[in-house]
């Protein structure tokens, strides 16, 4: 059975993410939204995917049972 990784100093910030919304762009070129409407939809999913990220963080399964 593995331990934990003991490693990880909590006072460290985590890693960040974050999308150059102009390449996911490219795939609403053909839709008659706004350039504006293409960004705020992008960084919406974008936003979604962060938090699904966040959800999985740090979660042990074992923790989560207990």
Do not use: K
Request: aromatic residues 8%; contains cysteine; glycine residues 2%.
């Amino acid at each position: 059975m593995s331990q934990p990784d003991e490693t990880h100093d909590p006072l460290q910030p985590r890693p960040t993410l974050s999308i150059d919304w102009e390449v996911y762009a490219a795939m609403l070129e053909d839709s008659d939204m706004s350039l504006d409407a293409q960004r705020e939809l992008i960084e919406t999913l974008w936003s979604i995917v962060v938090m699904f990220v966040d959800m999985g963080f740090e979660l042990n399964p074992v923790q989560q049972i207990c």
